[in-house]
């Protein structure tokens, strides 16, 4: 009974340590002197990554990006920035390159311009 006690102890704390790290990863992005352009730095993201798979295409009940006001829609709610930026669970193929994630995070936060 003692070694299950011992067992049980270890398990707990390998997965406190496990979390700590996790937690440690946590990428932090630097907005300084970034001011990515709808235009010029998020359509193409856009265009290569969401509307390339069909999953936001023009009519998709996932959400329209082909448009500002579509993708604007999703910055306004934060439903951009968690899913794309912060649990990188899309676009579903596989998270995208954290300069690409900079470029939406710092979009974001200047006010999600039409630029």
Not at 35 to 53: E, H, M, V
């Amino acid at each position: 009974m003692r070694w299950l006690k011992i067992l049980f102890s270890a398990f707990i704390l390998l997965t406190v340590m496990e979390a700590c790290k996790k937690k440690k990863k946590e990428e932090v992005i630097d907005c300084s002197g970034v001011s990515p352009s709808y235009n010029s730095d998020l359509k193409p993201i856009i265009n290569g990554n969401c509307l390339s798979s069909g999953c936001h295409n023009a009519g998709s009940s996932n959400g329209d990006y082909t448009t500002y006001t579509g993708l604007k829609a999703v910055a306004s709610t934060g439903t951009l920035e968690s899913r794309v930026v912060t649990n990188k669970t899309m676009p579903a193929t596989s998270p995208l390159s954290l300069e690409d994630r900079k470029k939406i995070k710092c979009w974001i936060n200047s006010g999600a311009p039409n630029n």
